[in-house]
């Protein structure tokens, strides 16, 4: 979806991010998981990556850019997947645990 948007807004910066977390997730304030702050991945055009990264702080979020518009397919096929998993019932954040 992200990458039909610049057709749609010539000359406009696009910034795919907040789609991982669930709704309730942004009640909290700040969003804080096991005594770690949610990670935001960004894509998109660097200058409006990093215009996106200081909102993400701000709501006290850690940033994690992640490449440019081209990579935000991988990010919504990302969410798609871990939301598939929250709804069966299953816990998505083990299947991304690093050691």
């Known amino acids: 979806m992200a990458s039909r948007?610049?057709?749609?807004?010539p000359g406009a910066l696009i910034v795919k991010a907040f789609n991982l977390a669930p709704a309730q997730a942004w009640r909290m304030a700040p969003p804080v998981f096991e005594g770690r702050?949610?990670?935001?991945p960004l894509c998109g055009d660097p200058a409006a990556v990093e215009v996106v990264?200081?909102?993400v702080r701000?709501?006290?979020?850690?940033p994690l850019p992640a490449g440019d518009l081209g990579r935000a397919a991988l990010l919504e096929a990302t969410a798609a997947f871990a939301i598939g998993l929250w709804q069966a019932g299953f816990d998505a954040r083990t299947a991304f645990v690093s050691g």
């Open 37 to 40: 702050p949610l990670g935001v």
């Open 53 to 55: 990264a200081e909102l």
């Open 5 to 9: 948007l610049p057709a749609l807004a």
């Open 58 to 62: 701000d709501v006290g979020c850690t």
